[in-house]
């Protein structure tokens, strides 16, 4: 069983958002600088917080949008959803002018010098957790979401499963959002599968001795478990009794379906490996390729592309002849964990 950690190390530092971190956080800090700034909002006391995959520490490259949860902590019932939407509109109007997009729930503000936007959404109080405007082509009004209970389930997540003692659930969301982007064509999206990964964690309580022994045990239970949350819906961990919503059809479960199946297949396969070489291949294969299009998966330098290992034999060219040299060292297969 060939399981390459130093490889999947750096898979996950191939994905990991760099400089699109720096931009974001630039951007979350700037527009809620505006709301906070605002007197209506003032009044209405305003606490904007960054929620979404960044804050998470779960998103991979390329981070193209953030989102800022303002809530409204001295809002009341008497608040409507319009009326919250029009003083957001106003504060962001004002600085922002031809940069913002009001949507049905929220405002998008482009920032084209970090080719990102910021999602702001307003919320008031429900209770131990929140409001945001009901979505589109349907009555306004307030519906109950939870995203800062998402945050806190996450770290919790990462500190109960660990490989080498650092957490490990993280890194696999990271890892499962790569295997969506290469596998499945749309829908559904990273957080439907990120909350799938959530639910493998907690219902299998997983415990392995590598990076690709985690990742292929978790594929393989959303593989399985796919096709019943296709039909049931996907239950919402921050909301008893509330499920996930998504943009997929019938046709976007059949099509993930499959090519999760067989993305659960590559890495079982994978992962029983016994040469290097050939795991490293099919594990390239399964994580594909980052948004500049470099693979995500390195291969080790004494692997060829087409999982074959290189010669330990090198050659020189002497005269018109062909001479054997010196024989190489052989790398090290990398199965030391």
């Known amino acids: 069983m060939a399981t390459l950690p130093t490889c999947f190390r750096d898979a996950l530092s191939n994905i990991q958002p760099t400089e699109d971190e720096k931009h974001a ?89 970090f080719d990102l936007s910021v999602d702001a959404v307003p919320a008031r109080p429900c209770g131990d957790h929140w409001e945001i405007p009901n979505r589109p082509n349907e009555r306004a009004r307030w519906v109950e979401t939870n995203p800062t209970k998402l945050n806190e389930l996450t770290t919790a997540a990462n500190k109960v499963f660990t490989l080498n003692g650092s957490g ?34 907690q219902n299998t309580k997983p415990s392995q001795s590598s990076h690709a022994a985690y990742l292929t045990v978790i594929l393989e ?38 090519k999760i199946a067989e993305a659960a297949t590559l890495a079982r396969a994978a992962l029983n490996e016994e040469d290097s070489c050939r795991a490293a291949a099919q594990w390239r294969k399964l994580l594909g390729k980052t948004s500049e299009g470099e ?39 990398d199965r030391f964990a």
């Open 168 to 201: 490990i659930y993280v890194p696999m969301v990271k890892l499962v959002r790569q295997v969506r982007r290469t596998w499945v064509a749309d829908q559904p999206g990273g957080f439907f599968f990120e909350i799938m990964t959530y639910w493998a964690f």
């Open 25 to 113: 956080a630039e951007a979350h800090a700037e527009v809620s600088k505006v709301l906070t700034s605002y007197d209506k909002l003032k009044r209405l006391g305003i606490k904007p917080i960054l929620i979404g995959s960044y804050a998470r520490e779960a998103s991979i490259r390329r981070v193209k949008d953030v989102d800022v949860f303002g809530r409204l902590t001295e809002a009341d019932d008497t608040l409507a959803p319009g009326k919250a939407m029009d003083m957001f509109g106003e504060a962001l109007d004002e600085e922002y002018d031809d940069r913002v997009e009001r949507q049905y729930r929220s405002f998008k503000i482009d920032f084209p010098e």
């Open 295 to 333: 693979y995500v998966f390195p291969l080790p330098t004494y692997c060829n592309a087409d999982g074959t290992s290189r010669a330990s034999v090198t050659t020189r060219v002497v005269g018109a002849g062909t001479v054997a040299g010196a024989a190489t060292v052989p790398a090290g297969s």
């Open 221 to 258: 239970v959303i593989a399985e478990t796919l096709p019943d949350v296709a039909d049931d819906g996907l239950d919402d961990p921050t909301l008893p009794g509330k499920t996930i919503s998504t943009k997929a059809t019938n046709a976007d479960f059949d099509a993930a379906i499959k």
